[in-house]
């Protein structure tokens, strides 16, 4: 009997292939010192294999997937010769929605008070984490144009919530405060102008709140909410919120602990498959120069790795990623001078240290 885990790495595209080399370098030398059994299998989706086959994800991918690995070691998506996205919809929402990954799991925690735009707030300040619901809202393609092209045109989203979705990631909030030890749960929506669907998310929220008495509640409508999240951080431990809103709010999120080069995300359905990802997309701007920040894919690395039981690489990632930016053996983005490979074998190098 192996405990072997099997990995789908997805560099995708842009900055995507760099930083994901960066990361599972440094994850495989850390599994391989742990003695831990790994095996690491490349898929080559994205634009390239786009534009080439216009295959997104292969035929039979996703039931792959569910069936024969534990996690999914994503990039980014986004070139601009495919300038609707058409791809990125195919295999990044085809993979969240098609493995049904409710949970779009953003922590936001600052390392280092230099890198956060607020005066006078330091690592106690911000720290907290957005649950996104990850499988509906304005992002399920319910909608349509009609007088397409004409000045008559008109286009409908429709923003879809149902009692189930808003139910599941509400509890798995709960459940993540109530495991962790934190202290409350915050919920953003727009009740007060969006009639029907915040009323389900207010309903909702307060029937799985009363089930977890230990556990402080609260709630701001969104646009508030955004404005304390830059006034007052500190008041924040989990927050949960619609796919649309915690798209907007982790973006914040990241913007106030460094930026994209340090944000991690996991997308997650407890007991399936998980997919792990860095919050950036694939930065064309700087794509194939070796100056992307691989911290936010380390950090990535550290998330699945705590996902699939290997704490002690997690937390070696974690402290390394804290000695880098003291030293400053990081990217330009945050004041450094090296590029994104040699970012990453500082990492490696102190994460293999503490293994
Ligand atoms: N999950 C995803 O795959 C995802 C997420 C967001 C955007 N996108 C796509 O990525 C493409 C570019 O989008 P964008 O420019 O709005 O967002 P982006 O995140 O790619 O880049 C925004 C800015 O942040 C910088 N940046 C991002 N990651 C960085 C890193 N690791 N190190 C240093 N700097 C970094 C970029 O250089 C750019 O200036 C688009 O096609 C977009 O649709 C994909």
Same mark, same amino acid.
């Given at each position: 009997?192996?405990?072997?885990?099997?990995?789908?790495?997805?560099?995708?595209?842009?900055?995507?292939?760099?930083?994901?080399?960066?990361?599972?370098?440094?994850?495989?030398?850390?599994?391989?010192?742990?003695?831990?059994?790994?095996?690491?299998?490349?898929?080559?989706?994205?634009?390239?294999?786009?534009?080439?086959?216009?295959?997104?994800?292969?035929?039979?991918?996703?039931?792959?997937?569910?069936?024969?690995?534990?996690?999914?070691?994503?990039?980014?998506?986004?070139?601009?010769?495919?300038?609707?996205?058409? *791809?990125?919809?195919?295999?990044?929402?085809?993979?969240?929605?098609?493995?049904?990954?409710?949970?779009?799991?953003?922590?936001?925690?600052?390392?280092?008070?230099?890198?956060?735009?607020?005066?006078?707030?330091?690592?106690?300040?911000?720290?907290?984490?957005?649950?996104?619901?990850?499988?509906?809202?304005?992002?399920?393609?319910?909608?349509?144009?009609?007088?397409?092209?004409?000045?008559?045109?008109?286009?409908?989203?429709?923003?879809?919530?149902?009692?189930?979705?808003?139910?599941?990631?509400?509890?798995?909030?709960?459940?993540?405060?109530?495991?962790?030890?934190?202290?409350?749960?915050?919920?953003?929506?727009?009740?007060?102008?969006?009639?029907?669907?915040?009323?389900?998310?207010?309903?909702?929220?307060?029937?799985?709140?009363?089930?977890?008495?230990?556990?402080?509640?609260?709630?701001?409508?969104?646009?508030?909410?955004?404005?304390?999240?830059?006034?007052?951080?500190? *008041?924040?431990?989990?927050?949960?919120?619609?796919?649309?809103?915690?798209?907007?709010?982790?973006?914040?999120?990241?913007?106030?602990?460094?930026?994209?080069?340090?944000?991690?995300?996991?997308?997650?359905?407890?007991?399936?498959?998980?997919?792990?990802?860095?919050?950036?997309?694939?930065?064309?701007?700087?794509?194939?120069?070796?100056?992307?920040?691989?911290?936010?894919?380390?950090?990535?690395?550290?998330?699945?790795?705590?996902?699939?039981?290997?704490?002690?690489?997690?937390?070696?990632?974690?402290?390394?990623?804290?000695?880098?930016?003291?030293?400053?053996?990081?990217?330009?983005?945050?004041?450094?001078?090296?590029?994104?490979?040699?970012?990453?074998?500082?990492?490696?190098?102190?994460?293999?240290?503490?293994?």
């Amino acid at each position: 009997m192996t405990d072997l885990k099997r990995i789908a790495v997805v560099p995708g595209d842009g900055i995507g292939p760099e930083v994901i080399d960066a990361g599972l370098a440094m994850l495989k030398a850390a599994t391989e010192k742990r003695g831990r059994a790994f095996e690491w299998v490349h898929k080559d989706w994205g634009a390239e294999k786009w534009l080439r086959e216009g295959v997104g994800i292969p035929e039979g991918g996703l039931k792959d997937l569910e069936e024969n690995y534990d996690a999914v070691y994503f990039g980014a998506l986004g070139d601009p010769r495919i300038p609707d996205m058409a *791809h990125g919809r195919e295999i990044l929402l085809g993979m969240r929605f098609g493995l049904d990954l409710f949970v779009n799991m953003r922590p936001v925690e600052l390392v280092a008070a230099e890198f956060c735009p607020l005066k006078n707030k330091g690592p106690d300040e911000v720290n907290f984490i957005v649950f996104r619901e990850n499988t509906e809202d304005l992002y399920v393609s319910v909608g349509g144009n009609f007088k397409k092209n004409t000045p008559d045109e008109v286009a409908v989203d429709e923003s879809v919530h149902t009692r189930k979705g808003v139910e599941r990631i509400i509890r798995y909030a709960f459940e993540f405060a109530k495991s962790q030890g934190r202290r409350k749960v915050t919920l953003g929506d727009k009740s007060n102008a969006v009639r029907f669907g915040g009323s389900l998310w207010q309903r909702t929220f307060k029937a799985v709140a009363a089930e977890y008495p230990n556990i402080d509640t609260d709630h701001f409508f969104v646009d508030v909410l955004a404005m304390e999240l830059v006034r007052r951080p500190e *008041h924040f431990d989990v927050i949960v919120t619609g796919n649309l809103f915690g798209d907007i709010l982790s973006d914040l999120g990241a913007g106030l602990v460094g930026g994209l080069g340090l944000a991690a995300s996991g997308n997650l359905h407890p007991g399936k498959i998980a997919l792990f990802e860095p919050v950036h997309g694939s930065a064309p701007d700087i794509a194939g120069e070796d100056k992307a920040n691989p911290i936010a894919a380390a950090l990535t690395g550290a998330m699945m790795m705590t996902y699939l039981g290997e704490n002690d690489i997690a937390q070696a990632i974690q402290e390394s990623v804290q000695e880098v930016i003291a030293a400053r053996e990081v990217t330009s983005d945050l004041g450094g001078a090296l590029g994104t490979k040699a970012a990453g074998e500082a990492l490696t190098q102190r994460v293999l240290g503490k293994l």
